[in-house]
């Protein structure tokens, strides 16, 4: 049966709907659970260090998986993964909700980390692979986009009302909504036109879980790295495993027929200043805010409260999303990036070092405001600028590492945040997120006073063809894209 013209396009537009609103409770994980924290350690009598583990075990799930994420893909099928991550997001949530365990809901943050690692960027692959290219496909990523900006407010706002019932209502509420994404997507995420191709291999698992079980690793270390001698001497031997597994890691790549990450990528400087710029920005940000939702719960303000507080820090980029790009493109991506990451550390530097107890929202609001133009700034210029001098067939390999180091970021800086806080309280946690910050204004100034000049042979080296026919992520390549 032939289906009209428009029949098709609402087709279309209800899959792209679908994958929007999966994009959406993706991203209100992250905020929705830096709300819930204190009250999550209070609940389950955690400690600062412990209770971190809910943002930085997602973020280290999330940047550990994305690699092998896509070899899975390429080998069982967009459809398939995206479908059963669903399913398996949707069980993680209802586990941390249900459990005492501070080692279970860790573990679910993890598996929810997981997840998101291979619904995000498969939901995209799926959108560029089902919507005609132009226009419609243009304002298709744009929606896409534009709820995943949108799902850091939403969450903000969603667990400051479930919060003041219960934590456990907001590390619920996504497995119902998962589930309804799941029938939808039964219906209407198109099957793949070739079954699996063959079996994963060796190399990727080995590299995939040596990346993921480092950094858990590192994460543990740098979060007991202030704490008892017992601790330290834990945190010692945690180092020496994380080291140990990136070795394991090197050699598992170097020996790859078709390794997870390609290594021209390293030498491309765009990319790198791009990639370590979005880690500090991404990182410190995180951290911030880790230290702020700490700080306010300690002085007595309710989630609902802290929530509010914390908007003007994330509701620029969702009011700006659809136009970010515009934005980058006006200033330029590396002007952008440079004031951005000016603004992020004047923001940090902003927040109220004194007493607690006097923090109010006209205090807040200077700090908070300069984070939020951080980010409507530098965030989509420092992806643009990642990709933009990368070949066609590796931009989207070259996406992929840079959200690895957007996630791993997150994941390790608050996790040394977490400790300082624990050991000395707002300040010294407060000295390492701006450092954090001017690390990364340091890397986009450099980029801004020696612009990027390919030479033939980076040029050459970049431009070789890759074997397989994927990106490092298992998407079509934007050249297969094209072909196809």
Same mark, same amino acid.
């Given at each position: 049966?032939n ?5 098709r ?6 899959l792209v709907s679908?994958?929007?609103a999966?994009?959406?409770v993706d ?10 924290l204190?009250?999550?350690?209070s609940?389950l009598g ?5 209770a971190?583990? +809910?943002v930085s ?5 999330f940047g550990g998986l994305?690699l092998l994420?896509?070899?899975l ?5 967009r459809r398939?993964?995206y479908l059963?991550?669903? +399913?398996a997001?949707a069980?993680?949530?209802?586990a941390?909700a249900?459990?005492d365990?501070?080692l ?5 943050r993890?598996v ?5 690692a291979?619904?995000?960027?498969t939901? +995209?692959a ?12 243009r304002?298709?990523v744009?929606?896409?986009s534009f709820f995943?900006?949108?799902g850091f ?7 400051g009302?479930?919060?003041?019932s219960s ?10 909504v998962?589930?309804?994404l799941?029938a939808a997507g ?6 793949d036109?070739?079954g699996?191709?063959?079996r994963?291999?060796r190399?990727?698992v080995?590299a995939?879980?040596a !990346?993921?079980?480092a950094?858990l690793l *590192?994460v543990y270390?740098l ?6 001698a017992?601790?330290?001497r ?6 020496a495993?994380?080291?140990?597994l990136?070795a ?5 790549e ?10 021209e990528?390293?030498?491309?400087a ?6 370590l710029?979005?880690a500090a ?5 995180l951290?911030?805010l880790l230290v702020a939702?700490?700080?306010?719960r300690?002085?007595?303000?309710s989630s609902?409260?802290?929530a ?5 820090a994330s509701?620029?980029?969702?009011l700006?999303?659809?136009h970010?790009?515009?934005i980058?493109?006006r ?6 990036v440079a004031?951005g990451?000016l603004?992020?550390?004047a ?5 109220p070092?004194g007493?607690a ?5 006209a205090d807040?609001l200077?700090a908070?405001?300069?984070v939020g133009?951080?980010?409507v700034?530098?965030?989509t ?5 990642a990709?933009a001098?990368v070949p066609a067939a *590796?931009?989207p390999?070259?996406g992929g590492?840079y959200?690895?180091c957007?996630?791993?970021?997150a994941?390790?800086t608050?996790a040394?945040?977490?400790? !300082? ?6 300040s010294?946690?407060?000295?390492l997120v701006t450092?954090v910050g001017?690390?990364?204004a340091?890397?986009?100034l450099r980029?801004?006073?020696?612009p990027?000049d390919?030479?033939p ?5 970049l431009?070789?063809p890759?074997?397989?026919t994927?990106?490092?992520?298992g998407?079509?390549s934007?050249?297969t894209?094209k072909?196809s």
């Amino acid at each position: 049966m032939n289906i009209p013209s428009g029949g098709r396009a609402r087709a279309r537009w209800a899959l792209v709907s679908v994958l929007a609103a999966n994009m959406l409770v993706d991203a209100l994980e992250v905020s929705a659970t830096l709300v819930a924290l204190p009250s999550v350690g209070s609940g389950l009598g955690l400690s600062a260090t412990r209770a971190q583990w +809910l943002v930085s075990g997602f973020a280290a799930g999330f940047g550990g998986l994305l690699l092998l994420g896509g070899r899975l893909v390429e080998r069982l099928g967009r459809r398939r993964v995206y479908l059963a991550a669903l +399913l398996a997001f949707a069980a993680a949530s209802l586990a941390g909700a249900l459990t005492d365990s501070a080692l279970l809901l860790t573990a679910t943050r993890v598996v929810k980390g997981f997840c998101v690692a291979l619904t995000a960027p498969t939901g +995209l692959a799926i959108i560029l692979s089902a919507v005609p290219e132009g226009a419609e496909r243009r304002r298709a990523v744009s929606v896409y986009s534009f709820f995943g900006a949108a799902g850091f407010c939403s969450g903000l706002l969603l667990s400051g009302l479930l919060t003041g019932s219960s934590w456990r209502w907001t590390i619920a509420f996504p497995a119902p909504v998962a589930l309804l994404l799941f029938a939808a997507g039964q219906r209407l995420v198109p099957r793949d036109g070739d079954g699996p191709r063959g079996r994963l291999g060796r190399h990727p698992v080995v590299a995939g879980s040596a !990346l993921t079980g480092a950094v858990l690793l *590192l994460v543990y270390a740098l979060s007991s790295l202030a704490g008892s001698a017992g601790q330290q001497r834990c945190a010692a031997a945690a180092f020496a495993g994380a080291l140990l597994l990136g070795a394991v890691l090197v050699r598992a790549e170097r020996t790859a027929p078709h390794p997870l990450l390609r290594t021209e990528l390293l030498r491309h400087a765009p990319l790198l200043r791009s990639a370590l710029g979005a880690a500090a920005l991404n990182g410190s940000y995180l951290g911030f805010l880790l230290v702020a939702a700490l700080d306010l719960r300690r002085a007595g303000w309710s989630s609902w409260q802290t929530a509010l507080a914390f908007l003007p820090a994330s509701a620029p980029l969702a009011l700006s999303a659809l136009h970010s790009g515009r934005i980058a493109a006006r200033l330029g991506p590396a002007r952008a990036v440079a004031a951005g990451a000016l603004a992020a550390p004047a923001g940090y530097a902003l927040y109220p070092h004194g007493g607690a107890d006097g923090v109010g929202y006209a205090d807040l609001l200077p700090a908070m405001s300069f984070v939020g133009a951080a980010f409507v700034l530098a965030f989509t210029a420092l992806h643009l600028q990642a990709t933009a001098t990368v070949p066609a067939a *590796l931009q989207p390999a070259a996406g992929g590492l840079y959200q690895t180091c957007v996630q791993l970021g997150a994941a390790l800086t608050t996790a040394l945040t977490s400790a !300082l806080y624990a050991a000395g309280g707002r300040s010294p946690a407060l000295w390492l997120v701006t450092a954090v910050g001017l690390a990364g204004a340091c890397v986009a100034l450099r980029g801004l006073l020696h612009p990027f000049d390919p030479s033939p042979t980076t040029a050459g080296s970049l431009s070789r063809p890759a074997a397989p026919t994927t990106d490092g992520r298992g998407h079509p390549s934007a050249s297969t894209r094209k072909a196809s």
